[in-house]
C-alpha cells in the first residue's frame, strides 16, 4: 500500500482556493462556505492548517453573516441552515468561536424547529433529517443545545426510522447513506443511538461496500467518490 | 461529476469554457443586484429564471422568486387567472431546472410550496412524477415527491400501493418501490384497514411476490430486503413480553452472608452471598420499555412493602427505557434457619409498561419464589483473598439430579389466547415452508444472502419452538452456515462472528446439561472447594459478543477470558456478578466497559492483556453515556480535589467507569494505557481496590 502524497493535497487544496473565475468556481459560488469547511478540516488533518490566512479566511465568513444571524454560501447569498454550520465549524477549526455572537446564531437555529421537531433549512420550510443533524451539531459545538427541544428532535429522526434500519429524509423516505449519517450522528450527539437497531443497519451499511471496494448509497445503485462516514462499530 | 474520468480539457473548449464562467458570472452578479434591490419586474424575473435554467443549486433564487410571487400576488386583484398564470409560470421554471439536474432539491421544494399555496392541478403533477419515475425508478425526490402530492389529494394508500406493485412488476429490481411498499403496508396492516386484515393473509401474499423476486435474480438486493422485514413482520412479538427474572420462578432462593459452605445439598444456583442487608429483583423483558414502577409491577411479600419499591431501568446510556429493571428487597436476619419467606411478583395487571415502539404490556402475569436466609456464622470479611483464575482453581461442577434447572424460561407464563394460538400456528407453519423453500435454492446455487437468511430463518424457527422443547434443533446448522458465510463474504466476518457468538450462547444455554459443561467450583487450589462459588467458565470460545444473558442472570462469577469481546453489550443485566474476568480479549477502551458501570456488586474484575489504549479511535465511545453526547456531565472542577495533581481530563474515560465501582482486585497489565499514571490514579478513585495487578496496596 502506498503512502498518502499529502504535500499535493495541501497544493491541490490551496489552488483551489485561489481560483474563482473558472466555470465550475462561478457555478458553485453559492456553496463556497461548504467547500471551505471541506478543504480546512482536510488541512487540519494533514496538520497544515496554518498554510492559509486566517484572518482572511474568518473575515470572509463573517462577511457572509445576515441580521438573521444565520450565514449564506457566499457573500450576499441567503441565510441557510447548511452554511451556518459550515461557518461555525471554520470557526472552530481556527479557535476563533469567541467571535461570534453565539445567541445570535443560536436563535437562527432555534427559530427554524418545527412543532413537530424538525428543521426547516431556512424561512422558506423545507424539511429534511440533514436539517436536524446540521442543527444539533451546530448547538453541541456552540454548548447551547438547551435552546431546542432534543426531546422533539430525536423523536422526529425515530420517525423517520425505516423497516431497514436506515433514515431517510423525511418519514417514508427510503434509507440513503448519506441520510443516515446525519440521523445516526444526530441520535449521537444526543446520547440517543440506543433507537437504532445497530445490527439491522449494520448489515445494510456494511451492504453498501461493492466488489470493487467503493461504496455506494443505496442498494443497487453505482459506487460513488462521496466517502460514507458513520459512527458506528 | 459521478461516474465521468477527470481529464484536462483542450484549448478550444478551456476558452469557451472561460466565456461561459464570465457569461454565468455577470448573471450572477445581474441577479444578486435585483435581489437586494428588492427589483421584481418581468426583466429581473427573466434573469432568475434564465439562472435557475442553468444552475438550479443557486439556491437564492429560488427564495427570489418566492418572494417575487409573493409580491406579485400582494399587487394583482385576486383575479383568479392571473393568479394561476403566476404559479404556472412558476411550474414552467421548476420543470426546465428539473431537466437541466433532475436532482435539486431547490427545484423540487420550490414546486411542492407553489402546490402548497393552493394552485394545483394534481392530475398534472401525477402524470410529470410517472414521467420522472419512468426515467428514474429510483430518484427518491421523486418518490418523496409522489408522498407530498399523495397527502396533499388524500390518495388512499391502497391505490399507492398498487403503484409499487405495478413498478414492482415492471422491474423487481426497484428497492425504492420495495421499500414504500412497505412503509405503506406497516400502514394498512397497523390501521387494520379493511381488506388488510389479518395479516396473515396479507403477509402470505407478500411472500409469493418477494419469491418471485429473489428467484428471478438471487443477486439483487432490492427483494432480500424485503424479505427481511416481511421475516420480522412475521416472527416479531409487537407486545413487550417478559422473558426471564431473578430470582427465577419457583426457586427457593437462600441468602447467604457467610463465607463457610458447611452443606453440600445447597445449589450454586439459587445461592446468593450477600452482606448489604439487600438482593436484586431483576425482570428481563423482550424489548426496552419504560413505565416499571412499583404501580405497574407489585411486589407482594413480608420482607417489603411494595410502595417502598423504586425499580431502576438499567441503561448504560441514561435512556429511561431498558430491557432489564431491577429493585431491591430486603432480607431477614435471622439465628436460626428460617422458614420460607414468600414473594409473589405480579405484572401487567395495570397499564403503563410501555415499549419503545409504543406497545403496551399486556399480559398479565404472576410469579412467585420463595426466599430463606441462613444464620450468619463467619461473616464475610472486606476485600478477602485474591482470587486466581488460573485453571488449576477450577473443577468441573457436579451435579445432583434434584438440581434446580438454571435453564427455565418465563414463556409458559404468556398466557395465549385463542387469537394468539392461531397466530403462532400460522408462524411456525409459514418459517417451516420458507425454510424448505431456501434450502432447495441453496442445494442449487450458493448465494450469500440466501444462506444469510436461510441461518435467520432456522434461529427464528428455533426461537419460535425453544419454549416446548428448550433445544436448538437448528443450531449445528445455523453455525455451518455462518463458518460457510465467513468463508464466502469475508468483509462481513465480524458480523458473521457476531452472529455465531449469540448461536453458540444459545445453544449453550439451551438446555441443562450442555450448561453444567461450563459449571465450575472455584477454590484457592488446594483439594477443598469451600463455598459456595461457582463460575461459569465460557473462554477459548472465540466470542466476538455475548447473548443469552436472561438465561444467565443467576451468575456471579464469570470467566470470559480469551475470546474475542470487543464489547460487553448487555452484561449491565448480570446484576449478581461480583467476579468477572475479561483478560485476553479485544476491548479497544475504556467506554467499552460501560456496561460495569451498573454492576454494584463487582469486586474482582481482570481486564489485564486487551487494547485498551492501543487505538487512536474509539468506537465505542458514543454507545456508553459520555460528556461528548451530552448525557454525561463530569464537574471538572470539583472533582479534581478527588483526583489530586492528575489532569481529570486525561483520563475521563477511566474516570466515569470506575469512580462507582467498588472493586477490591483489578488486574490492568498488558493494555497500553496502563502506565504508572494511570494505576495510581485509579487507586486514588477506587478507594476499595485492595489487589491491584497482583500486587497488594497499602
Redesign the interface.
Given at each position: 500500500m502506498g503512502e498518502l502524497a499529502a504535500e499535493k493535497h495541501v497544493q491541490y487544496i490551496l489552488s483551489v482556493e485561489k481560483r474563482k473565475d473558472d466555470l465550475i468556481s462561478v457555478a458553485m459560488e453559492h456553496l463556497r462556505m461548504n467547500g471551505a469547511y471541506w478543504g480546512l478540516t482536510t488541512l487540519d488533518l494533514l496538520g497544515k492548517l496554518e498554510t492559509v490566512d486566517v484572518d482572511e479566511v474568518v473575515s470572509w465568513v463573517m462577511e457572509c453573516q445576515h441580521e438573521s444571524g444565520g450565514y449564506g454560501g457566499n457573500i450576499g447569498h441567503d441565510p441557510h441552515i447548511l452554511y451556518t454550520l459550515s461557518a461555525v465549524q471554520i470557526l472552530a477549526l481556527f479557535d476563533k468561536l469567541n467571535v461570534l455572537d453565539v445567541e445570535k446564531v443560536t436563535n437562527y437555529i432555534a427559530q427554524l424547529q418545527n412543532q413537530d421537531g424538525s428543521f426547516s433549512g431556512d424561512i422558506w420550510g423545507e424539511v429534511d433529517t440533514r436539517f436536524s443533524y446540521i442543527a444539533l451539531c451546530c448547538l453541541s459545538i456552540l454548548h447551547r443545545l438547551d435552546k431546542i427541544n432534543v426531546e422533539k428532535a430525536v423523536s422526529y429522526i425515530v420517525s423517520c426510522k425505516n423497516l431497514d434500519g436506515g433514515f431517510g429524509s423525511t418519514p417514508g423516505g427510503e434509507s440513503h447513506a448519506g441520510q443516515i449519517f446525519c440521523c445516526v450522528g444526530a441520535l449521537a450527539i444526543t446520547g440517543s443511538l440506543h433507537h437504532i437497531d445497530k445490527d439491522l443497519l449494520g448489515w445494510w451499511l456494511c451492504e453498501r461496500q461493492v466488489k470493487s471496494g467503493g461504496l455506494n448509497g443505496r442498494p443497487e445503485k453505482l459506487p460513488d467518490d462521496f466517502p460514507i462516514l458513520n459512527i458506528q462499530d | 461529476m459521478?461516474?465521468r474520468p477527470r481529464k484536462d480539457p483542450k484549448p478550444e473548449d478551456a476558452a469557451a469554457?472561460?466565456a461561459?464562467?464570465e457569461k454565468?458570472?455577470s448573471l450572477?452578479s445581474q441577479f444578486?443586484s435585483n435581489h437586494?434591490k428588492k427589483i421584481y419586474t418581468n426583466e429581473a424575473l427573466e434573469v432568475s429564471a434564465k439562472l435557475l435554467e442553468v444552475?438550479p443549486?443557486?439556491?437564492?433564487a429560488?427564495?427570489f422568486r418566492?418572494l417575487a410571487v409573493e409580491h406579485r400576488l400582494s399587487q394583482s386583484d385576486s383575479d383568479p387567472d392571473s393568479i394561476k398564470s403566476i404559479f404556472s409560470e412558476e411550474l414552467k421554471v421548476v420543470e426546465s431546472a428539473l431537466k437541466q439536474n433532475f436532482k435539486s432539491?431547490g427545484a423540487w421544494?420550490h414546486r411542492k410550496?407553489v402546490l402548497s399555496k393552493g394552485h394545483s392541478s394534481i392530475d398534472h403533477e401525477m402524470r410529470l412524477l410517472d414521467r420522472y419515475q419512468k426515467l428514474d425508478p429510483?430518484n427518491?425526490h421523486a418518490?418523496?415527491y409522489r408522498?407530498f402530492v399523495a397527502a396533499l389529494m388524500n390518495r388512499s394508500e391502497v391505490d399507492e400501493l398498487r403503484y409499487t406493485t405495478d413498478m414492482i412488476n415492471s422491474n423487481f429490481?426497484n428497492?425504492?418501490a420495495w421499500?414504500?411498499r412497505?412503509?405503506l403496508l406497516?400502514n394498512l396492516l397497523q390501521r387494520k384497514v379493511q381488506g388488510f386484515f389479518p395479516k396473515e393473509v396479507v403477509l402470505n401474499e407478500e411472500y409469493e411476490l418477494v419469491h418471485q423476486a429473489i428467484f428471478t435474480d438471487p443477486d439483487?438486493?432490492?427483494g432480500w430486503?424485503y424479505y427481511?422485514?416481511l421475516l420480522?413482520q412475521t416472527v416479531k412479538a409487537d407486545a413487550p413480553l417478559l422473558v426471564s427474572s431473578w430470582p427465577a420462578r419457583d426457586s427457593n432462593l437462600i441468602i447467604l452472608e457467610d463465607q463457610c459452605l458447611d452443606d453440600c445439598a445447597l445449589s450454586p444456583f439459587n445461592t446468593f452471598h450477600s452482606d448489604s442487608g439487600t438482593f436484586p429483583l431483576i425482570v428481563y423483558f423482550n424489548q426496552?420499555v419504560e413505565g416499571v414502577n412499583s404501580s405497574t409491577i407489585s411486589v407482594e411479600s413480608v420482607l417489603n412493602a411494595n410502595s417502598e419499591l423504586t425499580w431502576k431501568p438499567l441503561?448504560t446510556?441514561?435512556?429511561p427505557?431498558a430491557q432489564v429493571w431491577v429493585t431491591y428487597l430486603n432480607y431477614p436476619k435471622v439465628d436460626v434457619h428460617s422458614e420460607a419467606y414468600p414473594v409473589e411478583v405480579s405484572i401487567g395487571h395495570s397499564g403503563g409498561i410501555i415499549s419503545?415502539s409504543g406497545f403496551h404490556y399486556s399480559h398479565p402475569s404472576r410469579f412467585a419464589f420463595k426466599v430463606f436466609a441462613r444464620p450468619v456464622k463467619t461473616p464475610i470479611g472486606h476485600g478477602g483473598d485474591i482470587i486466581s483464575w488460573q485453571d488449576g482453581n477450577f473443577a468441573l461442577y457436579e451435579t445432583s439430579p434434584e438440581e434446580p434447572n438454571p435453564t427455565i424460561s418465563l414463556d409458559q407464563l404468556n398466557i395465549k389466547d385463542d387469537n394468539e394460538k392461531t397466530s403462532s400456528e400460522w408462524r411456525a407453519e409459514t418459517i417451516a415452508n420458507e425454510i424448505a423453500l431456501f434450502q432447495e435454492l441453496l442445494s442449487e446455487i450458493s448465494c450469500k444472502i440466501g444462506k444469510l437468511t436461510l441461518a435467520r430463518l432456522l434461529k427464528a424457527r428455533d426461537l419460535l419452538l425453544s419454549p416446548c422443547a428448550n433445544k436448538m434443533v437448528y443450531s449445528e446448522e445455523v453455525i455451518n452456515l455462518y463458518s460457510d458465510l465467513r468463508t464466502l463474504d469475508p468483509?462481513?466476518s465480524q458480523?458473521y462472528k457476531?452472529e455465531h457468538s449469540l448461536t453458540l450462547l444459545q445453544q449453550i444455554t439451551s438446555t441443562r446439561e450442555s450448561l453444567l459443561r461450563y459449571c465450575f467450583l472455584h477454590g484457592d487450589g488446594t483439594s477443598s472447594f469451600i463455598g459456595n462459588s461457582m463460575c461459569l467458565r465460557l473462554n477459548n470460545l472465540s466470542l466476538s459478543r455475548m447473548g443469552s444473558i436472561e438465561r444467565l442472570l443467576w451468575v456471579q462469577m464469570l470467566d470470559l477470558s480469551h475470546n474475542e469481546l470487543?464489547?460487553i453489550e448487555g452484561l449491565e443485566a448480570m446484576q449478581l456478578l461480583s467476579c468477572l474476568n475479561l483478560s485476553n480479549n479485544k476491548l479497544c477502551g475504556f467506554t467499552a466497559l460501560g456496561p460495569l458501570r451498573l454492576l454494584k456488586s463487582l469486586k474482582v474484575l481482570d481486564i489485564s492483556c486487551n487494547q485498551i489504549g492501543s487505538h487512536s479511535i474509539d468506537?465505542?465511545r458514543?454507545?456508553c453515556?459520555s460528556p461528548l453526547?451530552?448525557?454525561e456531565e463530569i464537574d471538572w472542577g470539583r472533582d479534581e480535589t478527588v483526583t489530586g495533581d492528575v489532569n481529570l481530563a486525561n483520563y475521563w474515560e477511566a474516570f466515569v467507569i470506575f469512580r462507582g465501582l467498588s472493586l477490591t482486585q483489578l488486574d490492568i497489565v498488558g493494555n497500553a494505557v496502563a502506565d504508572e499514571k494511570l494505576k495510581s490514579f485509579l487507586v486514588k478513585i477506587v478507594p476499595t481496590l485492595k489487589w491491584l495487578d497482583g500486587g497488594e496496596l497499602h
Open positions: - | 459521478h461516474g469554457s472561460v461561459k464562467a454565468l458570472r450572477q444578486l437586494h444552475n443549486e443557486y439556491y437564492t429560488w427564495n418566492k432539491y421544494h410550496w429510483r427518491f418518490w418523496d408522498r429490481s428497492y425504492s421499500h414504500n412497505s412503509i406497516s439483487d438486493q432490492s430486503f427481511l422485514w420480522d426496552a441503561s446510556n441514561n435512556s427505557a419503545s468483509p462481513h458480523f457476531d470487543r464489547s468506537t465505542t458514543y454507545l453515556s453526547c451530552h448525557t
